[in-house]
């Protein structure tokens, strides 16, 4: 099982590999669908690893 840490940087890592190798993201000023998911699931992971360092408070 990965870490919130290691979700988080391969959520972001998918997502930036995607946007750079995608040829309509890259032509596009609009990004398509996958990109557009891709970016929810690393807001959702970044979101989901701030929630524990809320709770400490």
């Given amino acids: 099982?990965?870490?919130p840490e290691e979700a988080l940087h391969q959520a972001?890592?998918?997502y930036e590999e995607h946007v750079r190798t995608c040829r309509q993201c890259h032509v596009d000023t609009?990004?398509?669908a996958v990109s557009?998911?891709?970016l929810r699931?690393?807001?959702?992971?970044r979101r989901?690893?701030?929630r524990p360092?809320?709770?400490v408070r």
Avoid: D, E, F, S
């Fill in 1 to 3: 099982m990965t870490t």
């Fill in 12 to 14: 972001r890592a998918t």
């Fill in 30 to 32: 609009v990004p398509c």
């Fill in 36 to 38: 557009k998911h891709l």
């Fill in 41 to 45: 699931i690393y807001n959702n992971a």
């Fill in 48 to 50: 989901g690893q701030a």
């Fill in 53 to 55: 360092n809320q709770a």
